[in-house]
């Protein structure tokens, strides 16, 4: 079955730090999302991303997080200069044009900010 | 601004026994999701309805979209060990974009032999 993988599965930053999360979503399809869920919290929407530019971000999703598809292949998600709130799992997902709103999530990456 | 309410939080259930959890949202909703995540992976998506009134299954599984559209429920008949994990709804509101989910908090259910 077709799945999404993102890579590293954990990373430990120090706060200052710049991280790239990496995603490869599944192949036939168009919409990319990113999500996380902070420790004991709900599944937050971050940004989603079509076309190649960015569909909407959420109020997280400030000047410090950014979004790429460099390759067409790798969907990744860049946080500029991590805070220690920034602490997360971050998953990536993925939808088809026809099936916009059923994502596929990866495994996640777990972010720690020391 | 919206609110996605899911209970119960947790469930101390024997096998067998079936299990219920439902959500409610303060907004209508265009297409409600019901999510399983295991320990360190992400959500696993069990059913996916889009038409209020909808009711859907998936093996055990059993899921409904609410006639307000603002309210759906997923049972589980017949839990089993493996039915362990965290239940989540997710859905998508009629003023979100394509993909833009809220999730519930999470049901917790434990299944004891």
């Known amino acids: 079955e077709p799945e999404v993988t993102q890579t590293p599965s954990h990373q430990v930053t120090q706060m200052g730090q710049e991280v790239i999360l990496r995603c490869v979503p599944i192949?036939?399809?168009?919409?990319f999302y990113w999500y996380r869920q902070i420790l004991g919290q709900k599944v937050e929407f971050l940004v989603s991303?079509?076309?190649?530019?960015?569909?909407?971000k959420s109020e997280i999703f400030d000047d410090q997080f950014s979004v790429e598809r460099p390759d067409g292949s790798n969907f990744t998600l860049k946080i500029r200069s991590t805070k220690l709130e920034d602490s997360a799992m971050y998953f990536c997902?993925?939808?088809?044009?026809?099936?916009?709103?059923?994502?596929?999530f990866g495994a996640g990456s777990r972010l720690t900010v020391l | 601004g919206q609110q996605l309410n899911q209970s119960p939080q947790s469930m101390f259930i024997q096998e067998g026994e079936d299990v219920s959890m439902n959500c409610t949202s303060s907004?209508?909703?265009?297409?409600w999701l019901w999510y399983k995540q295991d320990p360190g992976e992400g959500p696993v998506l069990l059913i996916a309805?889009?038409?209020?009134?909808e009711l859907t299954s998936n093996g055990r599984l059993t899921a409904q979209f609410g006639i307000t559209r603002k309210d759906s429920f997923l049972n589980i008949s017949a839990s089993i060990p493996s039915d362990v994990g965290i239940y989540f709804c997710?859905?998508?509101?009629?003023?979100?974009?394509?993909?833009?989910?809220?999730f519930g908090a999470g049901t917790q259910v434990v299944v004891t032999p």
């Open positions: 997902a993925c939808s088809t044009r026809t099936g916009a709103n059923v994502l596929t």
């Open positions: 192949s036939n399809h168009l919409y």
């Open positions: 991303f079509y076309n190649n530019e960015i569909s909407e």
């Open positions: 907004s209508i909703f265009n297409t």
């Open positions: 309805l889009y038409k209020a009134g």
């Open positions: 997710a859905g998508q509101a009629t003023t979100d974009s394509w993909g833009k989910l809220q």
